[in-house]
């Protein structure tokens, strides 16, 4: 049973600096897409970051480029997103997800697995 498990989440003035994590368990196949999604209140759920495990090869949204970057530990079957001048606009709640395709999860929102969720909360 695969379950991927965030952390990292938290409050931080504008500007500031995060960096959540999200490990999996259960995993068999060795490449794989993980990556973060995230959904402010009112607002509907947007692709952040993706990283295909096999090769590093990333995707950003054009909101978090410049400013975000996904990284991976294939020994922890970890992913990090470490998230630097954080603007009251990336306030939400971000969720991890893997899937077994980057391309088809960038556009259809709809990966094997999702995380619980980490709140991210930026103020002015």
């Known amino acids: 049973q695969v379950q991927l498990v965030e952390s990292g989440g938290g409050s931080v003035q504008a500007g500031g600096s995060l960096r959540l994590s999200c490990a999996a368990s259960?995993?068999?196949?060795?490449?794989?897409?993980m990556g973060w999604f995230r959904q402010a209140p009112g607002k509907e759920r947007e692709g952040v970051a993706l990283?295909?495990?096999?090769?590093?090869?990333?995707y950003y949204a054009d909101s978090v480029k410049g400013r975000f970057t996904i990284s991976q530990d294939n020994a922890k079957n970890t992913v990090y997103l470490q998230m630097n001048s954080l603007k009251p606009e990336d306030t939400a709640m971000y969720y991890c997800?893997?899937?077994?395709?980057?391309?088809?999860?960038?556009?259809?929102?709809?990966?094997?697995?999702w995380g619980q969720g980490t709140q991210v909360t930026v103020s002015s």
């Open positions: 997800a893997a899937h077994r395709s980057c391309r088809d999860l960038w556009l259809r929102y709809a990966p094997d697995y």
């Open positions: 990283i295909w495990t096999g090769d590093g090869g990333t």
């Open positions: 259960g995993y068999t196949d060795s490449s794989k897409c």
